[in-house]
């Protein structure tokens, strides 16, 4: 199975078992958290003819923890 196909599983199976999606798929992938929050808002602008975009957070926090690891 692919890592896309492996991703999707993990992330469907944490969903119906009302478990995190996002622990999940960062148990699959190996990675850290890095930030815990909400996107708020979408900034877009035009720079030189190309369409930019970026997230704007709220209520967010640092965290660089690993997956799993306790707070």
Not at 3 to 21: I, K, Q, S
Not at 34 to 47: F, N
Not at 53 to 59: I, K, S
């Amino acid at each position: 199975m692919t890592l896309a196909g492996r991703l999707g599983t993990v992330v469907r199976e944490a969903r119906v078992a009302h478990g995190d999606p996002v622990a999940a798929a960062g148990a699959t992938l190996d990675g850290i958290l890095l930030l815990t929050g909400k996107v708020a808002d979408v900034i877009r602008r035009t720079e030189g003819g190309l369409a930019l975009a970026g997230p704007r957070y709220f209520g967010y926090e640092v965290d660089y923890l690993p997956f799993g690891s306790a707070a």
